[in-house]
Antibody, heavy 117, light 107 residues
Framework: EVQLVESGGGLVKPGGSLRLTCAASGFTFSDAWMSWVRQAPGKGLEWVGRIKSKTDGGTTDYAAPVKGRFSISRDDSKNTLYLQMNSLKTEDTAVYYC????????WGRGTLVSVSS | DIQMTQSPSSLSASVGDRVTITCRASQGFSNYLAWYQQKPGKVPKLLIYAASTLQSGVPSRFSGSGSGTDFTLTISSLQPEDVATYYCQKYDSAPYTFGQGTKLEIK
């Protein structure tokens, strides 16, 4: 069974940093392109970024609002995906979902990040 | 970057109605388009990918069509359990932008 479990969310002050973790199981993680998607309270879905598999280059792409502040990485030996978030802004407040692929057939349950002073 | 605009933003229809939601792209692209359903408090669910391919287990009353800049999601006969917000997403190349969502209610 495919499982994605996010962790690392919490309350942080504007300008602060946070690292989210996604523990994956039930599929060949090293072959998968992985994405992060967020949803602000009461708002729509927003694609955050994606990392390709290492065999496909391992490159990353980001949405414009987070480019230069967020960084996605992966540890295939641990079946784990990361989202490093720096220079956080209040508008980054959202539930952050870990997801498999470009179009998403599997989602984690999400982890809430709140940015507030 | 290509922008994705859904219409309408909200929709109220009766049980049994045929419902159509449109997703328009600011530039044309191939059929790398997905549709999702999100019920309140739940994780999104994939309905359709490649513009028209029904995800396994999704009721056949859902269908997708379109290419280029205009894509549609159709529910052939609206059921009470279809109350949800629906999103389109392009995934031909990054950024994999979502539409802003269409909230569907029962009249």
């Amino acid at each position: 069974e495919v499982q994605l479990v996010e962790s690392g969310g919490g309350l942080v002050k504007p300008g602060g940093s946070l690292r989210l973790t996604c523990a994956a199981s039930g599929f060949t993680f090293s072959d998968a392109w992985m994405s992060w998607v967020r949803q602000a309270p009461g708002k729509g879905l927003e694609w955050v970024g994606r990392i390709k598999s290492k065999t496909d280059g391992g490159t990353t792409d980001y949405a414009a609002p987070v480019k230069g502040r967020f960084s996605i990485s992966r540890d295939d030996s641990k079946n784990t995906l990361y989202l490093q978030m720096n220079s956080l802004k209040t508008e980054d407040t959202a539930v952050y979902y870990c997801a498999i692929g470009d179009y998403v057939n599997y989602w984690g349950r999400g982890t809430l990040v709140s940015v507030s002073s | 970057d290509i922008q994705m605009t859904q219409s309408p933003s909200s929709l109220s229809a009766s049980v049994g109605d045929r419902v159509t939601i449109t997703c328009r792209a600011s530039q044309g692209f191939s059929n790398y388009l997905a549709w999702y359903q999100q019920k309140p408090g739940k994780v999104p669910k994939l309905l359709i990918y490649a513009a028209s391919t029904l995800q396994s287990g999704v009721p056949s009353r859902f269908s997708g069509s379109g290419s280029g800049t205009d894509f549609t999601l159709t529910i052939s006969s609206l059921q009470p359990e279809d109350v949800a917000t629906y999103y389109c997403q392009k995934y031909d190349s990054a950024p994999y932008t979502f539409g802003q969502g269409t909230k569907l209610e029962i009249k």
